[in-house]
C-alpha cells in the first residue's frame, strides 16, 4: 500500500494561506495540543489530518475550530468519547492503522482509560469485555452510525438516552460525526503513524 498521497509540506514550502493556518496550529500546539504523541515531523511540518488540512487552509481552520468545540461540549465523559472516536477510526482506517487510531491509543493509555487489548478489537469493530456500560453503549452507538442506511434504531437510541443521558447521547453523535470526516480524509490520503512509530507495543 502506497502513501501518503498528501505527503506533508514542510514549513519553508507553505504559502501565505498555508502559514496562517500552520501558525494557528503552532499555537494550539504549544498550548498543548498533541503532548502524548508526535504531531511534528522532522522538518517542521504538520503531520496526521493536519498534514491533508494545508492543503486547504481556507477551509481547515474551520474544520479544526469544530473539532476543538466538538470535543469541548460538557456533557461529553472520556472514556465512552475516546471508545468512540477509536471504533470510528477503526471503521475508516483499520486495514493500515490511521494517525488518528495511534494518536487515540496515546491519549487513552495516558488516561489509563482502556487496555491495548480493549483498544486493539474496539478497532477491528468487536466489543471487547471490561467496559463500562456507558463505554459499551458508546461503542455500539458508533459502529452503527458510521455503517449508515437506515435510521438509527429507536431501541438503541432509547438505550444510549436512559445509559448516557440526553446530553451526553448529542454530544458522542456529533463526536461520531466529526471523527467521521477525519477518518474520510485519512482513508483518502493513507494517512498513518508516523515514521518509526508504531500503534500497538506487539
Known sequence: MSGPRYP?????????????FYDEMMGKIRDGMGSTFTLIGNNGELL???????YTPQYSSHTMRLNFEVLSLPA??????????????????GVFGGYLTYSHSRIIADKNLLSEAQM??????????????KESVAFQLAVRLVKGGNPLEQELWER???ILGWDQTL??????????????TLNA?????PEREHIWSS
Do not use: D, F, R, W
Request: glycine content about 10%; some cysteine.
Open 76 to 93: 461529553l465523559e472520556p472514556g465512552p468519547t475516546e471508545v468512540a472516536i477509536m471504533a470510528v477510526q477503526g471503521h475508516y482506517t
Open 171 to 184: 454530544a458522542l453523535i456529533q463526536v461520531i460525526a466529526c471523527y467521521s470526516l477525519h477518518g474520510v
Open 48 to 54: 496526521g489530518p493536519l498534514s491533508i488540512m494545508m
Open 8 to 20: 506533508a509540506i514542510p514549513p519553508q514550502k507553505l504559502t501565505q494561506e498555508q502559514q496562517v
Open 189 to 193: 490520503g493513507i494517512i498513518g503513524v
Open 160 to 162: 444510549a438516552n436512559s
Open 120 to 133: 486493539k478489537e474496539i478497532t477491528e469493530g468487536e466489543e471487547p469485555s471490561g467496559l463500562s456500560e
